[in-house]
């Protein structure tokens, strides 16, 4: 099915460690972004990219990396976690008119511990 | 700073109601408004898209408005059904940034 796919689901990590959360779809998007989902503060954009190669900076880009070498493609880095991560963390994509909407991926659920 | 509200919070209805949501926003230069639908434990389900062009979108029951001139949206939903029980968000897009601000989402509950 074509969509936003991000992987894993789940993750629990001790303060410190580095991981990858992986994003990637399949709709020849050119806009790509990352957002945590902690309750009572929405969703907040950490970084996006619009298109392969490009990357800027969100709300909250602190602790976070980013890279876009392809199309498909936008994987978030966490260099060092820390408790303050533990969230739910969605990646999202779209044209980059702007004019058909953002798709979803189904969220990865971060604990850091 | 663009700043979305949405009211109310939270909303508790029986089966069968028609009912609204509201979503405001402070700055009306946008290029588009979004409606999810967040189920606990899930991803956003995109419900509708309203082009700042348009003034209102309709998919089976659900029917959305958009008055940018007063920085409004609504989402009318006719007859819920226990099924319709979630978070829904509503995201503005401002383009440039590409960036979308969310509201805080009304969680529903409709009850058999």
């Known amino acids: 099915n074509a969509g936003v796919t991000q992987t894993p689901k789940f993750q629990v990590l001790k303060t410190g460690q580095s991981m990858t959360l992986q994003c990637a779809q399949d709709m020849n998007h050119e806009y790509m972004s990352w957002y945590r989902q902690d309750p009572g503060m929405g969703l907040r954009l950490i970084h996006y990219?619009?298109?392969?190669?490009?990357?800027d900076q969100g709300e909250v880009p602190n602790g976070y990396n980013v890279s876009r070498s392809t199309t498909e493609d936008f994987p978030l880095r966490l260099l060092s976690a820390a408790p303050s991560q533990t969230s739910v963390y969605f990646c999202?994509?779209?044209?980059?008119?702007?004019?058909?909407?953002?798709?979803f991926g189904s969220g990865t659920r971060l604990t850091v511990v | 700073k663009q700043e979305v509200t949405q009211i109310p919070a939270a909303l508790s209805v029986p089966e069968g109601e028609n009912l609204v949501l509201n979503c405001s926003f402070t700055d009306s230069a946008i290029y588009n408004l979004q409606w999810f639908r967040q189920d606990p434990g899930k991803g956003l389900t995109s419900l509708l898209l309203i082009q700042s062009s348009q003034r209102e979108q309709t998919s089976g029951r659900l029917n959305a408005s958009l008055d940018k001139s007063s920085g409004r949206s609504t989402l009318y939903i006719a007859a819920s059904q226990p099924g319709d029980s979630a978070t829904y968000l509503c995201a503005v897009d401002q383009g440039g940034s590409e960036k979308l601000v969310f509201g805080k989402g009304t969680k529903l509950t409709v009850n058999p």
């Open positions: 990219s619009v298109g392969a190669g490009i990357t």
């Open positions: 999202a994509s779209s044209y980059s008119s702007t004019s058909r909407g953002y798709t």
